[in-house]
């Protein structure tokens, strides 16, 4: 028999009932939402960390644009990011259309790379992207190319 309190039946326990139904339709979505989220974050720091890869090997001068998209593409690889739809940009934007082996001293040197996320996910669920959101990462540095020390010296006038 319920007891009545005041007048009314006594309802313990029925919050926690309604929390553990709520509960089941609530948690899965969340904690799916924050997998996808916390891969989003994964991967767009080994994109960084690849693009950053990429133009600090650009900046020595010794390797070509063509040599500087091949180590950002092998960064990618060994941090098991497939590679297939992966868009490596390597550019001299102080002097357009310049490789980067070419480039001068303190050009400034940059590598762009982009990937589709849907290449990326864990999770076929579109909580928190759609089909073509896509990641990027760029990074910028300033050619460091050693300067030919001149093979004569002339003394200034007055000397």
Known sequence: MARLVNGKRARRGIAAVELALVMSFILPPLLLGTWEVGRLINVKQMLSNAAREGARQAS?????????????????????IPTTHVVVTVSDITNTGTDVENAAQLDQLQ??????????????????????????????????KDQNYPTSVTEPAGY
């Open 111 to 144: 590598v762009s790379l982009t990937i589709p996320f849907a290449d990326v996910r864990w999770i076929g669920l579109h909580l928190i992207t759609n089909n073509s959101s896509q990641l990027s990462a760029q990074a910028t540095w300033y050619s460091l």
């Open 60 to 80: 020595t001068g010794q390797i070509s644009s063509a040599q500087v998209q091949q180590v950002v593409l092998n960064y990618l690889q060994n941090a098991s």
